[in-house]
């Protein structure tokens, strides 16, 4: 290694990692319903879609977590979005394919994909 | 990439209590359950809280379970790591609060720390050269070669007022400073390393080194540049195999990534480092000793001037700083000096590392700011005294140090601070101790240490420690005088004018401390024959109460002379002629009817 960019090179990648280990309140909690429900419904294809594009796309202020059943097993597989500050959003019936689109849309671009949310009626 | 990591201790405290294995389990299970491709197990160095060992931390969610067995690791994997549901049962009570996981650093132990040279000890995995550089590794280096001169790097460490971490307190800044500039024409320079750790009780260099090697590697590079070195040693204990291994691995990495070696970032500078083993002596501690040692002679002190950094390893200049120093050097140079000096107190910038150990809840390495009190560590981070004992006194700087009685407990901790009250900061190890503890008896454990540990260089070390514990001896089986004490007293400072080097000069400091704060303990040793501890074994008798006993006749059959006697139903008493004051009997009462005094 002879310069700085291949030391940021490493670094970056790493970070990514690393990131992962720093507790930070301020950040935004994506949380995935994995409870006997969600898990048969399909939850863990969509976890590990979120975990990858957000370590991927070097967003550091995002967590993605999981947690147990939240209560409403039909519209499972659930994945609810915490920002300091905001309303939890509520995404319902997701897949891995989904969790790309809100990941682009939600997390990086701000806005509420609400066709996939637990408000649109059409989904129920 | 993994949606979530597991981090183990590795850290000789955890290891010593199976959390290798506990790894090994959790790779299995974790494979077992279809979740390699999702959960990615990570070893660390120590975390600090050894009292609670072995530790294991999960992210993203930060969950922290504490004592984990290897029978508990089916459990944690299926329900949280698959299910997502934590097992609060094995999680640390005081991260468990109603309804939720508390953050780890909102508890008590590490709410009040601040983690500098510690940083990255149990975050990163310190066997990958590359998980160091994802948290800011080498950026220092890079810096320094880069856009700063020597000089500029020099006066970064001086304007941050870092002061030496193994016990001394001489600023590094200046330390460097001598060795760049006292010597003008030298052929060869040398960087050192202290990792020669020997204090009892004090593990901090070790777990930095087996937490963060590259820390240290990174700062010996930048020294190196500093005062124009090519060649640098880690002197370390053979004891420390963790510490010594790790930190193989990580020279060997910094070795392949070009950051030690020739041309090292395309500067033209060129470094490189080796590892040489102690044999565990406690006067290669000292600067002198340690670099004789290193040029492979028996380890012995000599005289100084000169100092080392105008005659040292090979009589050639020599910078040698401790372990934990080296580590806030990266910082230091990627933050500024103006960062660094904002932490701490007027004289004393920056962190220190402790070791607590002693009657202390919390077990385990924690990092604070200069100028924190020592109620805060013991009472906030420590978690205090266990059993409901009184706290009487602190030991810090090992065997050279001395004791803090509880007037002193608001005390802000830094160098001038302690050496104030006649201890010393020394390199960080804090034994606690409480009411069942006989100053006296701490005197003369530390004294028998140095006792072994002297050189034999020296007459007023090599005799005079042995007398001084001689009259301890003397005073703990009850066959001291008053004026033994004074001579005592004047003995000490004698050893303390005359020896040749630190290891003699500080040698009588437990001594003159606890006879400065505890000297009614010593009176009651030579006027009263009793030890108010209850510690020393020929200061005290056993006694039955007879009101209380029920003669049982349980402590007459445990005891081992037969100096117990008596009828069934009746009291029993205790013949003292006999008694070797083994304590088996009080041991055996159910009734309380046996006391010591």
Redesign the interface.
């Given at each position: 290694?002879?310069?700085?960019a291949e030391?940021q090179a490493?670094?970056d990648?790493?970070?990514?990692?690393?990131d992962?280990?720093a507790?930070d309140?301020s950040c935004i909690r994506v949380v995935?319903?994995?409870?006997?429900c969600g898990?048969a419904a399909g939850a863990r294809p969509v976890?590990?879609a979120?975990?990858?594009a957000v370590?991927?796309k070097g967003l550091h202020n995002v967590?993605?977590?999981?947690?147990?059943c939240i209560g409403l097993c039909q519209y499972e597989p659930i994945v609810e979005i915490i920002e300091p500050g905001k309303e939890k959003v509520t995404y319902i019936k997701m897949d891995a394919a989904k969790a790309a689109e809100v990941v682009e849309h939600h997390l990086i671009g701000g806005e509420v994909v609400s066709k996939y949310t637990i408000g649109n009626s059409e989904l129920k | 990439m993994y949606r979530s990591q597991v981090l183990i201790c590795g850290g000789t405290g955890c290891t010593s209590s199976g959390s290798m294995k506990i790894a090994q389990k959790l790779e299995e299970e974790i494979e077992k359950n279809g979740l390699a491709d999702e959960v990615k197990v990570v070893r660390t160095g120590c975390f600090g809280l050894c009292a609670l060992g072995p530790i294991m931390i999960v992210y993203p969610e930060g969950t922290f379970y504490s004592m984990v067995k290897e029978e508990n690791i089916p459990e944690i994997v299926e329900e949280h790591l698959l299910k997502g549901r934590v097992v609060t049962r094995l999680v640390y009570d005081e991260t468990v609060a109603e309804n939720e996981i508390k953050s780890l650093n909102e508890t008590n132990f590490y709410k009040k720390q601040h983690r500098v040279a510690l940083r990255n000890c149990g975050v990163i995995n310190p066997e990958n050269i590359e998980e160091y550089i994802g948290v800011d590794g080498y950026q220092a280096l890079y810096k320094v070669l880069k856009e700063m001169t020597p000089d500029d790097v020099i006066k970064t460490v001086l304007d941050s007022g870092l002061r030496g971490r193994g016990g001394g307190g001489f600023p590094t800044g200046k330390k460097w400073q001598l060795a760049r500039n006292l010597v003008k024409d030298a052929d060869q320079k040398y960087v050192c390393c202290n990792a020669d750790e020997g204090d009892p009780g004090a593990f901090m260099d070790r777990s930095i080194l087996e937490g963060d090697p590259h820390a240290v590697i990174e700062a010996m590079a930048i020294a190196g540049y500093a005062i124009g070195a090519t060649q640098g040693y880690v002197y370390v204990r053979a004891e420390y195999p963790i510490a010594v291994h790790r930190l193989q691995v990580a020279i060997n990495q910094a070795r392949e990534y070009g950051l030690l070696g020739k041309n090292i970032f395309d500067s033209g500078f060129e470094f490189d480092l080796d590892i040489r083993l102690g044999a565990g002596a406690f006067v290669c501690g000292e600067e002198t000793a340690l670099m004789t040692s290193i040029e492979g002679n028996r380890g012995e002190p000599r005289p100084r001037p000169p100092f080392p950094a105008e005659k040292g390893l090979f009589r050639k200049p020599t910078v040698l700083n401790n372990v934990e120093t080296y580590a806030n050097i990266p910082q230091i140079i990627l933050k500024g000096a103006d960062w660094f000096a904002s932490m701490g107190t007027e004289k004393s910038k920056g962190t220190k590392v402790f070791a607590l150990g002693g009657k202390i809840h919390n077990t385990g390495l924690v990092e604070i700011p200069m100028g924190t009190t020592l109620r805060d560590v013991i009472y906030e981070i420590g978690g205090g005294i266990p059993n409901g004992k009184k706290f009487k006194a602190a030991q810090t700087g090992g065997p050279s140090g001395g004791c803090i009685p509880p007037e002193h407990l608001d005390i802000p901790i830094d160098y001038d601070n302690l050496i104030s009250i006649g201890s010393m900061m020394g390199s960080g190890g804090l034994i606690v101790m409480d009411e069942d503890n006989c100053m006296v008896d701490i005197a003369k454990f530390f004294l028998q240490f140095t006792v072994d540990e002297s050189c034999g260089k020296c007459t007023p070390c090599r005799i005079g420690t042995k007398r001084l514990y001689e009259m301890l001896e003397k005073i703990t089986s009850g066959n001291g005088t008053i004026e033994d004490i004074d001579k005592m007293e004047k003995l000490c400072y004698y050893i303390k004018n005359n020896s040749l080097c630190g290891l003699g000069q500080t040698a009588p400091n437990p001594v003159l401390s606890t006879l400065r704060y505890f000297r009614d303990e010593y009176i009651a040793h030579v006027k009263d024959k009793k030890c108010p501890a209850g510690v020393c074994t020929k200061l005290l008798s056993y006694k039955i109460m007879e009101d209380k006993c029920k003669g049982c006749t349980a402590c007459a059959r445990k005891c081992p002379v037969g100096a117990i006697s008596g009828t069934v139903k009746q009291p029993h008493s205790i013949d003292t002629n006999k008694c070797i004051k083994c304590g088996a009997c009080m041991d055996t009462c159910k009734f309380g009817a046996i006391i010591k005094e």
């Amino acid at each position: 290694m002879k310069t700085l960019a291949e030391l940021q090179a490493i670094r970056d990648k790493m970070k990514n990692q690393v990131d992962i280990r720093a507790e930070d309140s301020s950040c935004i909690r994506v949380v995935v319903g994995m409870a006997t429900c969600g898990i048969a419904a399909g939850a863990r294809p969509v976890l590990k879609a979120f975990s990858d594009a957000v370590q991927e796309k070097g967003l550091h202020n995002v967590m993605v977590t999981q947690t147990g059943c939240i209560g409403l097993c039909q519209y499972e597989p659930i994945v609810e979005i915490i920002e300091p500050g905001k309303e939890k959003v509520t995404y319902i019936k997701m897949d891995a394919a989904k969790a790309a689109e809100v990941v682009e849309h939600h997390l990086i671009g701000g806005e509420v994909v609400s066709k996939y949310t637990i408000g649109n009626s059409e989904l129920k | 990439m993994y949606r979530s990591q597991v981090l183990i201790c590795g850290g000789t405290g955890c290891t010593s209590s199976g959390s290798m294995k506990i790894a090994q389990k959790l790779e299995e299970e974790i494979e077992k359950n279809g979740l390699a491709d999702e959960v990615k197990v990570v070893r660390t160095g120590c975390f600090g809280l050894c009292a609670l060992g072995p530790i294991m931390i999960v992210y993203p969610e930060g969950t922290f379970y504490s004592m984990v067995k290897e029978e508990n690791i089916p459990e944690i994997v299926e329900e949280h790591l698959l299910k997502g549901r934590v097992v609060t049962r094995l999680v640390y009570d005081e991260t468990v609060a109603e309804n939720e996981i508390k953050s780890l650093n909102e508890t008590n132990f590490y709410k009040k720390q601040h983690r500098v040279a510690l940083r990255n000890c149990g975050v990163i995995n310190p066997e990958n050269i590359e998980e160091y550089i994802g948290v800011d590794g080498y950026q220092a280096l890079y810096k320094v070669l880069k856009e700063m001169t020597p000089d500029d790097v020099i006066k970064t460490v001086l304007d941050s007022g870092l002061r030496g971490r193994g016990g001394g307190g001489f600023p590094t800044g200046k330390k460097w400073q001598l060795a760049r500039n006292l010597v003008k024409d030298a052929d060869q320079k040398y960087v050192c390393c202290n990792a020669d750790e020997g204090d009892p009780g004090a593990f901090m260099d070790r777990s930095i080194l087996e937490g963060d090697p590259h820390a240290v590697i990174e700062a010996m590079a930048i020294a190196g540049y500093a005062i124009g070195a090519t060649q640098g040693y880690v002197y370390v204990r053979a004891e420390y195999p963790i510490a010594v291994h790790r930190l193989q691995v990580a020279i060997n990495q910094a070795r392949e990534y070009g950051l030690l070696g020739k041309n090292i970032f395309d500067s033209g500078f060129e470094f490189d480092l080796d590892i040489r083993l102690g044999a565990g002596a406690f006067v290669c501690g000292e600067e002198t000793a340690l670099m004789t040692s290193i040029e492979g002679n028996r380890g012995e002190p000599r005289p100084r001037p000169p100092f080392p950094a105008e005659k040292g390893l090979f009589r050639k200049p020599t910078v040698l700083n401790n372990v934990e120093t080296y580590a806030n050097i990266p910082q230091i140079i990627l933050k500024g000096a103006d960062w660094f000096a904002s932490m701490g107190t007027e004289k004393s910038k920056g962190t220190k590392v402790f070791a607590l150990g002693g009657k202390i809840h919390n077990t385990g390495l924690v990092e604070i700011p200069m100028g924190t009190t020592l109620r805060d560590v013991i009472y906030e981070i420590g978690g205090g005294i266990p059993n409901g004992k009184k706290f009487k006194a602190a030991q810090t700087g090992g065997p050279s140090g001395g004791c803090i009685p509880p007037e002193h407990l608001d005390i802000p901790i830094d160098y001038d601070n302690l050496i104030s009250i006649g201890s010393m900061m020394g390199s960080g190890g804090l034994i606690v101790m409480d009411e069942d503890n006989c100053m006296v008896d701490i005197a003369k454990f530390f004294l028998q240490f140095t006792v072994d540990e002297s050189c034999g260089k020296c007459t007023p070390c090599r005799i005079g420690t042995k007398r001084l514990y001689e009259m301890l001896e003397k005073i703990t089986s009850g066959n001291g005088t008053i004026e033994d004490i004074d001579k005592m007293e004047k003995l000490c400072y004698y050893i303390k004018n005359n020896s040749l080097c630190g290891l003699g000069q500080t040698a009588p400091n437990p001594v003159l401390s606890t006879l400065r704060y505890f000297r009614d303990e010593y009176i009651a040793h030579v006027k009263d024959k009793k030890c108010p501890a209850g510690v020393c074994t020929k200061l005290l008798s056993y006694k039955i109460m007879e009101d209380k006993c029920k003669g049982c006749t349980a402590c007459a059959r445990k005891c081992p002379v037969g100096a117990i006697s008596g009828t069934v139903k009746q009291p029993h008493s205790i013949d003292t002629n006999k008694c070797i004051k083994c304590g088996a009997c009080m041991d055996t009462c159910k009734f309380g009817a046996i006391i010591k005094e």
